[in-house]
């Protein structure tokens, strides 16, 4: 059975969920799923199907709101944004995943798909309707493809010696941990640049100043690890962050 996906959602057969892990040693721990189960949750998959195109609405609910300045006294426009909001892709990006690719997305799909029911039984296997906005990645044997304005980075930690950014100012290395205190990475992989973001103003786009190789001061709050600790299969054991263009503060030159 075949299905042609439609509305930004792409039909992913999820890889199963971790039971147990075997350490290099021989030892194996086995997986008590009754205790954060999202930690052994799997977040890749096979594309089974991909929509011949996105919905994204940013620029209707922009010019929405610049005809009705005062639209969160209007209930008609506040209904109007909220439908328009509810079909639209979060970002302006291009579709860059096809049939048979590997994809790593947001773990909270497996919460999401069960209540909202999209899934569906293929060859007694389970696939979930991902929003298109959900996924991270693809992985092509050695390419790999960011999605979605997505950047992956590798901590770094920084001895303390001067800083500056690309603009000349000067940045004061922190060991400290905490959500007010940034972030310091190396930039592994870029990908394609999103042109809008769902609810921000039109010149809210991805700057194309990132490269692989750049040493980069981030949000803190954006340092969300690609896979958890016993599911890090992208490259062996090494921890990857996620983030966005617009999570990062500044470019880094010694």
């Not at 899934?119 to 044997?141: A, H, N, S, T, W």
Request: hydrophobic share 35%.
């Amino acid at each position: 059975m075949h299905y042609s996906t439609a509305h930004n959602y792409v039909l992913v057969k999820p890889d199963k969920n971790l039971t147990h892990y075997k350490f290099d040693g021989g030892a194996e721990l086995f997986a008590r799923t009754d205790i954060n189960p999202q930690n052994f949750w799997s977040v890749t998959g096979t594309v089974l199907s991909v929509p011949e195109n996105l919905i994204y609405n940013g620029h209707k609910t922009n010019a929405l709101k610049k005809l009705h300045p005062k639209f969160t006294h209007n209930r008609f426009i506040v209904k109007k944004l909220q439908d328009l909001n509810k079909v639209s892709c979060s970002f302006d990006t291009p579709i860059e995943v096809v049939e048979g690719d590997k994809v790593y997305f947001h773990y909270i799909q497996h919460d999401e798909c069960q209540e909202d029911g999209r899934i569906v039984e293929i060859d007694g296997d389970p696939c979930y309707f991902i929003p298109y906005d959900q996924l991270y990645l693809v992985k092509r044997e050695k390419d790999v493809v960011m999605l979605n304005g997505y950047v992956l980075v590798e901590p770094i930690g920084y001895q303390h010696h001067d800083l500056y950014s690309t603009s000349g100012l000067k940045i004061k290395p922190t060991t400290e941990v905490g959500e007010d205190k940034p972030g310091y990475g190396k930039v592994r992989y870029t990908g394609s640049l999103n042109n809008g973001y769902l609810g921000y103003r039109e010149w809210v786009k991805d700057a194309d100043v990132v490269n692989p190789g750049d040493m980069i001061l981030f949000k803190r709050l954006s340092d969300v690890p690609l896979e958890f600790r016993y599911l890090e299969t992208f490259d062996g054991l090494n921890r990857f962050y996620l983030m966005q263009r617009r999570d990062i503060y500044a470019i880094i030159t010694n």
